[in-house]
């Protein structure tokens, strides 16, 4: 049971690129999100989705895009990379959007650096 | 404006005795209270989780308590091991239905070490 993919591990970008960001999770949950994790300042939630066809803005949303068109899939997208969104990024799901009795599950990360 | 505080940035303990991490919050609409468990390179795994309707629960070696009057918690392990030193984190989930379903609002972390 692979739970919660994240692709590709670490990726350098320039200034003003794009890219998209892979979150793939096999355990049929409803409810993903992405966090993104800054020194001193833990996690901060960026968007999330609580089905397919369903996004919201998270804490952090700008600069940022995503589209859930299945259950397994929750991509992130970087329009114009900025060197403010050097971070290390999580993908996580769950069952349901409950809180604390539906812990969510996380990837292992995504290591970004915008040049 | 930081809803969830963890103060100490790291703590270092000797195997055997106990660890405990603190966390202080803001917002008295938070519902669950967990907390999240790190090693390098790997994401964030699940630990153990207390609602706010309880003052205590407890896994294994694992113990969350939560003192509703004075907005924090805290995380007990007995005994330490070496292979607990990790990054702590403390999250909070706001109240289903008040339109923030199934956010999580981390403290910043904390570093434990247990030496063996």
């Known amino acids: 049971n692979a739970g919660v993919t994240q692709t590709p591990k670490f990726q350098v970008l320039k200034t003003g690129q794009s890219m998209t960001l892979q979150c793939a999770q096999d355990?049929?949950?409803?409810?993903m999100s992405w966090y993104r994790q800054d020194p001193g300042m833990g996690l901060r939630l960026i968007h999330y989705?609580?089905?397919?066809?369903?996004?919201d803005q998270g804490e952090v949303p700008n600069g940022y895009n995503v589209s859930r068109s299945t259950t397994e899939d929750f991509p992130l997208r970087l329009l114009s990379a900025a060197p403010s969104q050097t971070s290390v990024y999580f993908c996580?799901?769950?069952?349901?959007?409950?809180?604390?009795?539906?812990?969510?599950?996380f990837g292992d990360g995504t290591r970004l650096s915008i040049l | 404006d930081q809803q969830v505080k963890q103060n100490s940035p790291s703590l270092s303990v000797q195997e055997g005795r106990i660890s405990i991490l603190n966390c202080d919050y803001t917002?008295?609409?938070?519902?669950?209270f967990l907390w999240y468990k790190k090693y390098p390179a790997e994401g964030p795994t699940f630990l153990i989780s207390?609602?706010?309707?309880?003052d205590k629960n407890e896994d294994g070696r694992f113990t969350v308590f939560l003192n509703k009057s004075a907005k924090h918690l805290s995380l007990h392990i007995v005994p330490s091991q070496p292979g607990d030193s990790a990054v702590y984190f403390c999250a909070a989930s706001p109240a289903h239905g008040s339109g923030n379903t199934g956010k999580l609002i981390f403290g910043q972390g904390t570093t434990l070490q247990v030496k063996p």
């Open positions: 355990m049929n949950h409803e409810y």
């Open positions: 207390i609602s706010s309707i309880k």
């Open positions: 996580a799901s769950s069952r349901r959007a409950g809180g604390g009795n539906q812990p969510q599950h």
């Open positions: 989705s609580v089905g397919a066809g369903i996004t």
């Open positions: 917002n008295s609409m938070f519902d669950y």
